[in-house]
Structures are given as structure tokens and as C-alpha cells.
């Protein structure tokens, strides 16, 4: 089969396309036939050797995809051979043509979802449901900001909160970005490159300010952020590419909150509430992956500079 192998940390171009001997499924695992593979930014901080969990080298990334159940190991019996599926890890990498993965990481598809929405499930749709209700516990009836909400996680992230009956506003910089927001849900639309646009959306609260921030960039919004904040609210971080300065001063009259997340800190217990959620919003048709852009699987490196760009809409996957 085809995979892309990664020898050595670095840029994009580590990325290299390769010819491996397919996997077969042992006691407990469950082999994939890969139709359509998720890229998230995470996969970037890893090949690039920046994360703080480094695999083995060399190694196959990826742990989102959607496919076919092609074989089951012994003692399987929550999915049969043909069962269309999406992953949540995989043992041997989801950049490729086949993988192989713990039973529990495998889960049913719905047959109204295409397999590139599948492989658009499980870091996006886990990373916006932890910060929206495991850390912030946002509450039906709240004001909740998504920043950069046209990429994987901020489409999750209205989808999820407007289905929980918040008040969802949704940034973005490109026109094209701002319709995807607005189709996903989003109640009012702001652009992040005008000078004024948290001042507009304060006021579309009735100068309340913003109950819930999410917030992708911190680096560049946090400090704003929190002038833009209710009395009680809660800022989010789930990216950061840099150091920030702000005013305390800001937080400590709203008694506001800046809390951390990352994916990886989920316990086993929150992983299958989210799980169960996420699955249930698949199945009734409230959760809907928006997939932005599809790239052959060779053309990897292209998928990794793409994911990092500026004004990204929709969710970027690889196409075996």
C-alpha cells in the first residue's frame, strides 16, 4: 500500500510518499481501508518536532480518517467487514491507504455523512466540544465568541453550540470564510480584520459582553479578548503561536477566567462522554463536518502549508 513516512522531523518536505506491505489485523484491531484522511494542524506541530510528544522515527501521521472496514482481528464485535467508519487513532497512521486500529478507536459513519466528513470528525469536533463544556461549561442562553471559526474546529464549534441553544457569533477573515460561518449556524457574523469588530459584537449583546470566547490565536486576540468579556466569562485558549501581553486588570474586574486546552489532556472518562455526544450529533444530523478542501494523498506537504494559511475554510483532507 501507499503511505507517506516521515524520517526525520523538519518542514513540509519530510513528508514522502512510500510503498509499505499492507497490515493485517491481530487479536482486538480492525484494518481500514482509507477513503478520506482528516489534516489537523497538530499533525504539523509533530512532523515539525516542536510537540512535546514526539513519535519514533520514522513514522506514518495521522489519526483521523474515514473508510471501510476491510478485516477484523479476533474477539471484534462492534464492527463487521464492509461497516462504513471514522477513527479517533489509529495504531500505524491515517496518512495512507490502510490502517490498522484499536477496536475502540473505530466508529460507525452514518450513511448520509461522506467519508471526508467522517475523516473531519474526531480532533475538530473532541478539541471544540472539551473547551466549550468540559472547561468553559458554556450554558445554554450564553454569548459564546468563536474565533477563526471557518476552519475545522470553529465549524465544530458553532455546530455544538448552537445545537446547545447558546448565542453564537463567529469571526472570520476572508468573505468566503464569513458565508461558511454563517451557514454553519452562527447567528451573527464579524469580520476579524476590521479595527471595530469586537466593539460590534459587544454591542449585538446588548453591551453585555461575550460569555464564552474561543479563542485559536491568542497570541494576537487574548489580550482583547478579555476587554470583550461578561462579568463571569471565560476565554478558552486552543492555539497560540507566540507570547502575549495583556492587562490583568481586564480579567480581574469581570472576574473572568483564562483557562488552557489541549486535546491530549482529555482523561479516559471525558473521552467517552465526548464520544457519546459527538455521536449522537452525528446520527440525528445536528453535527455536520464542512470539508473545505480535498488533496491527494502524494500531495501531502501541500495539505501542511495549506492547514496553517490564513483564511482557511472547511475542513482540509487527503484523498488516498
Same mark, same amino acid.
Given at each position: 500500500?501507499?503511505t ?5 522531523? /523538519? @518542514? ?6 512510500q ?6 489485523a ?5 484494518l481500514?481501508?482509507i ?17 512535546a ?6 513514522? *506514518? ?6 473508510? #471501510? ?5 479476533e474477539?471484534? *464485535?462492534?464492527?463487521k467487514?464492509g $461497516?462504513?467508519?471514522? *477513527?479517533t487513532?489509529t495504531?500505524?497512521?491515517? &496518512? ?9 478507536h ?11 466528513? =467522517?475523516?473531519?470528525?474526531n480532533?475538530? &469536533?473532541?478539541t471544540? &466540544? ?8 458554556a ?8 474565533? /477563526?471559526?471557518?476552519? @475545522?474546529?470553529?465549524?465544530a ?13 463567529? *469571526? =472570520? ?11 454553519? =449556524?452562527?447567528?451573527?457574523?464579524? $469580520?476579524?480584520?476590521?479595527?471595530d &469588530?469586537?466593539?460590534? @459584537? ?5 453591551d ?10 491568542a ?5 482583547? $479578548? ?5 462579568? =463571569? ?18 480579567a ?15 482523561? $479516559?472518562?471525558?473521552?467517552?462522554r #465526548? ?19 480535498? #488533496? ?9 502549508r495549506?492547514v ?7 475542513? #482540509?483532507?487527503?484523498?488516498?
Amino acid at each position: 500500500m501507499k503511505t507517506i513516512r516521515v524520517h526525520e522531523f /523538519g @518542514g513540509p518536505e519530510v513528508l514522502r510518499l512510500q510503498e509499505v506491505s499492507d497490515p493485517k489485523a491481530g487479536p482486538g484491531q480492525v484494518l481500514i481501508t482509507i477513503k478520506a484522511v482528516g489534516i489537523n494542524p497538530l499533525d504539523t506541530y509533530i512532523r515539525s518536532g516542536t510537540y512535546a510528544r514526539k513519535p519514533s522515527l520514522p513514522y *506514518t501521521p495521522g489519526s483521523d480518517a474515514g473508510g #471501510i472496514v476491510a478485516s477484523i482481528g479476533e474477539g471484534v *464485535t462492534r464492527v463487521k467487514k464492509g $461497516d462504513r467508519v471514522f *477513527t479517533t487513532a489509529t495504531l500505524t497512521g491515517a &496518512y495512507a491507504e490502510m490502517a490498522l486500529c484499536a477496536e475502540a478507536h473505530v466508529h460507525p459513519l452514518p450513511a448520509f455523512l461522506s467519508f471526508s466528513q =467522517g475523516a473531519g470528525v474526531n480532533v475538530p &469536533y473532541f478539541t471544540a &466540544y472539551r473547551a466549550l463544556f468540559i472547561r468553559a461549561h458554556a450554558l445554554p442562553g450564553e454569548f459564546v465568541l468563536v474565533h /477563526g471559526a471557518s476552519g @475545522g474546529v470553529g465549524t465544530a464549534a458553532i455546530q455544538l453550540a448552537r445545537s446547545a441553544g447558546m448565542r453564537v457569533f463567529g *469571526t =472570520g477573515g476572508t468573505e468566503a470564510g464569513r458565508h461558511l460561518i454563517a451557514e454553519q =449556524g452562527a447567528h451573527h457574523v464579524l $469580520d476579524h480584520k476590521a479595527p471595530d &469588530y469586537l466593539e460590534r @459584537g459587544v454591542a449585538l449583546t446588548d453591551d453585555r459582553g461575550f460569555d464564552v470566547i474561543l479563542e485559536m490565536l491568542a497570541n494576537v486576540n487574548l489580550g482583547k $479578548d478579555l476587554g470583550a468579556l461578561a462579568f =463571569g466569562g471565560r476565554v478558552v485558549i486552543i492555539g497560540s503561536r507566540g507570547t502575549v501581553e495583556i492587562n490583568p486588570r481586564d480579567a480581574m474586574g469581570r472576574d473572568a477566567a483564562v483557562l488552557g486546552m489541549l486535546i491530549m489532556n482529555a482523561s $479516559d472518562k471525558e473521552r467517552l462522554r #465526548i464520544q457519546a455526544a459527538i455521536q449522537a450529533g452525528l446520527e440525528n444530523g445536528s453535527l455536520r463536518p464542512a470539508v473545505g478542501q480535498e #488533496i491527494p494523498l502524494a500531495e501531502a506537504p501541500r495539505a501542511h502549508r495549506a492547514v496553517l494559511e490564513p483564511g482557511a475554510h472547511g475542513k #482540509i483532507v487527503l484523498i488516498p
